[in-house]
């Protein structure tokens, strides 16, 4: 397949770096500057050698890329919410042209899924987007192998910074600023780790689940029941773990409700995963409990979850 990426942050310099091991070849690469454009393929160690010391990938822009020659868009844009922007405007670029898209940006699925179907109805591409909920972790693979239609609840820790900070406040004592501060050392956390911390990132996934797994309505973030995890004191997960259990900032997503917040966990429980990792759990109908664990960020394991979705597009 030929890919177009979009978005030159860790995860689309993944997908142009790791595409080739697919068996895939990018033919057109942007970033919010510049693009570069080959239907031949592009030389991807050139155009990343470029972006790191010129700070842009070619000489061409956006709409080149837009209008370029691929079969698949990856959309992997920052997340911006309500209109979803530019994010919104690429996948339309692409369905337009009866070109598949595949998401790593939240936006579109998250704040305008009902425009995303409508498009994609009207189109003959498709749009998968496996890696907008748990990066490597296959969950929305999971609900389609499972069917949607049988399963009564999903549940997770689906946020690697906020997994991290809690799970040192409670192995350490230590409180909440001081584990912040070394996340962000260690580069676990961004500078302004808001998006994490009050739990909006983790509430944008339970909204993706939620529209996957619903029939009959369409769910934004204003649909969700947040609280983040900004004010809890590492004197709570002391006392948690006198009880054998500790805290975990969850999603759930059960009878038509998201609620995000801290709720407390058995301390082996499948719920409690340690450090960066994430943890998906399904209840279904006739196969009961359903465990996916695994890496849910970083640039290398979101592209494979990209680039899993597009495989899955060439086999169509």
Excluded at 162 to 188: C, K, P, T
Aim: glycine share 12%; hydrophobic share 40%.
């Amino acid at each position: 397949m030929r890919i177009a990426v979009i978005g030159a942050g860790a995860v689309g310099s993944s997908v142009v770096e790791l595409a080739g091991e697919y068996g895939h070849d990018v033919t057109a690469f942007a970033d919010s500057r510049s693009a570069a454009v080959d239907a031949e393929g592009l030389d991807v160690d050139a155009v990343l050698d470029r972006k790191r010391t010129d700070g842009i990938v070619g000489d061409a822009d956006l709409e080149d890329a837009l209008s370029g020659p691929y079969d698949v868009l990856v959309e992997a844009t920052p997340v911006t919410l309500g209109d979803a922007e530019p994010g919104m405007t690429h996948v339309e670029a692409a369905l337009t042209r009866d070109r598949h898209v595949v998401l790593a940006n939240k936006g579109p699925v998250a704040e305008r899924y009902g425009d995303v179907r409508e498009l994609e109805a009207d189109s003959e591409g498709r749009v998968l987007f496996e890696a907008t909920v748990g990066g490597a972790m296959p969950v929305l693979s999971t609900i389609a192998d499972v069917g949607a239609d049988h399963i009564t609840a999903v549940r997770g820790v689906l946020n690697g910074t906020v997994n991290f900070v809690l799970s040192r406040m409670a192995a350490e004592g230590l409180d909440y600023e001081h584990v912040l501060a070394e996340a962000q050392d260690l580069g676990v956390a961004e500078t302004d780790p808001s998006f994490d911390v009050e739990g909006t990132d983790t509430a944008l996934k339970g909204v993706i689940l939620a529209n996957v797994l619903s029939e009959d309505r369409e769910y934004t973030l204003d649909d969700a029941e947040v609280d983040g995890i900004v004010d809890i004191p590492g004197s709570v997960l002391e006392l948690a773990r006198e009880d054998g259990r500790t805290v975990r900032l969850i999603v759930e997503v059960r009878e038509g409700e998201v609620r995000v917040g801290p709720r407390l966990v058995p301390e082996n429980a499948a719920l409690a995963p340690t450090g960066t990792y994430n943890t998906v759990q399904f209840e279904t109908e006739h196969a009961g409990q359903l465990n996916v664990s695994g890496l849910g960020a970083g640039g290398p394991e979101t592209a494979s979850a990209i680039l899993a979705d597009v495989g899955r597009l060439d086999r169509s």
